[in-house]
């Protein structure tokens, strides 16, 4: 991904103003635009069993970034992959009229927001699911004595090994307390998954983790506890004036004008819109303009129905073109970006294939 920030330019105009937007902006303030899951799914495999940064069918990554992908997510779910770029639209058209007749409940030949929510739950179930499936693989990765616990020690040495350093050598080091020379931001990583390990550990706190303690550990989505840790951290990260709530301005939080061309201001632009849209639609539930630490629970929380609900309700709304509230096949043909990620051309004429 390109950067977005300007490179300084030489004209001395620009200087002053240049000065102004770079002391205005913290350069963490506004993180790179966001990525979609598929390209993030090529760094999985190395790191494993890292907690993911990207969470399916959950609405901000973990660092705050909206998810771009939610919405084919909880109308595809486990069958995201199945809606490849590549893979011919006409066969890409009736797996979705396929699911098309499976959302549609009644077989009114249309879907309701009722039953879109019920798909979004049902779908939501599936990665979780996965997610525990998943999980189960990891643990095993870092239990290798098979014993059914994890010490934050074991852990930390799988950990490490990832980061390139020597398994063995590590686990010596931990063993006899020797000092592990890792670097800065290591440790900092370190550190945070060490805060998360405490909360993903039930009392009594021995720090040794249970399978399902782990799951939670890994997909702290599940789990109530660890659903409100992660909202504070979100919160934390976010929050400006420190009163442990967001408002609009803290939720977007960006310097304006860092772009260097229009596609950069364009990205901006569409990056603010969402962002906006979706603090004021959906996080904010009572639209006092702030979101508090229970609004964003429920809307972060993926077996909320009411946010299922909510969400079914902005789904339909975005294809909804004879707006009756009603999803018809035509207009999920014509808005199949939108639930699939690719774009099944020549919709049109696709209506008369399949039906
Ligand atoms: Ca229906
Ligand atoms: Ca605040
Ligand atoms: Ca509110
Ligand atoms: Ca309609």
Redesign the pocket.
């Given at each position: 991904m390109a950067s977005r920030h300007a490179p300084l330019c030489g004209l001395a105009p620009c200087c002053l103003w240049l000065l102004g937007i770079v002391l205005l902006m913290d350069a963490s303030a506004r993180p790179a635009n966001h990525s979609s899951a598929r390209e993030r799914a090529g760094n999985r495999e190395e790191n494993e069993i890292l907690p993911p940064d990207h969470l399916n069918g959950v609405k901000l990554e973990m660092d705050g970034h909206l998810n771009k992908d939610f919405h084919q997510e909880v109308f595809l779910g486990k069958d995201m992959d199945d809606f490849e770029e590549d893979a011919e639209p006409r066969k890409s058209r009736r797996k979705l009229m396929v699911i098309f007749s499976k959302v549609d409940l009644n077989t009114d030949r249309r879907i309701s927001a009722k039953e879109m929510q019920n798909w979004i739950m049902q779908k939501t179930a599936e990665h979780f699911q996965e997610a525990v499936a998943e999980s189960r693989a990891h643990f095993r990765a870092v239990d290798p004595d098979g014993d059914g616990h994890v010490s934050w020690d074991e852990y930390k040495v799988k950990f490490l090994a990832t980061k390139g350093h020597n398994e063995r050598e590590v686990a010596e080091k931990i063993k006899n307390k020797w000092d592990l020379n890792i670097d800065e931001e290591t440790q900092e990583v370190l550190e945070n998954l060490k805060d998360r390990w405490y909360q993903a550990d039930n009392p009594p706190p021995d720090l040794l983790l249970t399978e399902s303690e782990f799951l939670s550990f890994l997909h702290p989505e599940h789990s109530r506890g660890m659903l409100q840790f992660m909202v504070k951290e979100i919160i934390r990260d976010l929050?400006?004036?420190?009163?442990?709530?967001?408002?609009l301005s803290?939720f977007i939080s960006l310097p304006v004008g860092t772009v260097e061309n229009q596609q950069g201001q364009d990205v901006d632009d569409g990056w603010v819109r969402d962002r906006k849209r979706e603090f004021e639609e959906l996080i904010d539930a009572n639209h006092d303009g702030i979101v508090t630490m229970a609004e964003l629970e429920d809307y972060m929380d993926p077996m909320n129905e009411f946010s299922a609900l909510n969400e079914a309700k902005q789904m339909i709304a975005i294809a909804d073109e004879n707006q009756n509230h009603y999803l018809e096949p035509e207009e999920v043909l014509k808005y199949s970006e939108f639930f699939t990620g690719s774009k099944l051309v020549d919709y049109a004429r696709s209506v008369h294939e399949e039906f």
């Open positions: 929050d400006q004036d420190g009163d442990k709530k967001l408002s803290e």
